[in-house]
């Protein structure tokens, strides 16, 4: 896919810093119930945390139990990238920003008792998040 946001390999290093970095770039998971955005219960948007690019919308956020933000649909559905992921033996749905392909998290069927039925789980480093009254 061709990306908006384009940078090398070092520039995105330098701008995220290591930890944002392996989870962004190389695809790395955050440890369960470790991220800050995991309890963030105020009226905002969630954007990538590599490009700041509009991906979830603090309505559709759900507790989901998993210890990574949960969210039930994105923006909108071009905001994000879904790319088949059999890195682990089974296969998944790796979700990446449509708008420079860094990693986010995965997205699976089991969001029962939400609207769509899905659960987007995220990374919280890999989000950024911005309050709106």
């Known amino acids: 896919m061709d990306y908006e946001v384009k940078k090398s390999d070092a520039e995105w290093r330098e701008d995220l810093g ?18 800050e955005l995991l309890d963030e219960a105020r009226s905002g948007v969630y954007t990538c945390g590599a490009c700041n ?5 603090s309505g559709t956020k759900f507790d989901s139990g998993c210890g990574w933000p949960s969210f039930y649909e994105s923006v909108r559905p071009e905001a994000v990238q879904l790319i088949e992921d059999r890195s682990l033996g089974v296969v998944r749905t790796e979700v990446r920003c ?8 995965h997205v699976f069927d089991d969001g029962f008792g939400t609207p ?16 709106v009254e």
């Not at 449509?98 to 998290?105: D, E, I, K, P, Q």
């Open 53 to 57: 690019a509009e991906l979830f919308k």
């Open 18 to 35: 290591p930890e944002r970095y392996a989870v962004l770039r190389g695809a790395a998971t955050e440890r369960a119930w470790t991220g």
């Open 98 to 105: 449509a708008n420079c392909g860094s990693h986010l998290g």
């Open 116 to 131: 769509t039925g899905d659960r987007y789980c995220m990374n919280s480093i890999s989000l950024n998040f911005t309050q």
